[in-house]
């Protein structure tokens, strides 16, 4: 059984940083693709980044030179590096996993496996 469990979130003031971890169970990281998403109150939920099965890696132009996905493959858990935060990158955060054939969508759909998420919280 496919699980996904996301770790790391709190609370930092702008310009920090925060790396937030998703472990996954059931189920080898290098055979999937896996993403990074956000969702704020009263807002859709967003791609912030994903990687591919060959370590290739895509991410938002809203986050782009500021957040770094990575994978850790003997942990068997996914990261995401995030600095230089804003207030405006206050949402909970979702790891997300598929067996699909192509990799580094950022849409929801491109995804069938999602963790519960971490807050992630920017006070400025």
């Known amino acids: 059984q496919v699980q996904l469990r996301e770790s790391g979130g709190g609370s930092v003031q702008a310009g920090g940083s925060l790396n937030v971890s998703c472990a996954a169970f059931?189920?080898?990281?290098?055979?999937?693709?896996m993403g990074w998403f956000r969702q704020a109150p009263g807002k859709r939920r967003e791609g912030v980044a994903s990687?591919?099965?060959?370590?290739?890696?895509s991410v938002a132009d809203s986050v782009k030179g500021r957040f770094t996905i990575s994978q850790d493959n003997y942990k068997n858990t996914l990261y995401l590096q995030m600095n230089s935060l804003k207030a405006e990158d206050t949402a909970m955060y979702y790891c997300?996993?598929?067996?699909?054939?192509?990799?580094?969508?950022?849409?929801?759909?491109?995804?069938?496996?999602w963790g519960q998420g971490t807050q992630v919280t920017v006070s400025s």
């Open positions: 997300a996993a598929d067996f699909g054939r192509y990799c580094l969508g950022l849409a929801d759909y491109d995804y069938r496996y």
């Open positions: 059931g189920y080898d990281i290098r055979t999937v693709c």
């Open positions: 990687i591919g099965r060959d370590g290739s890696t």
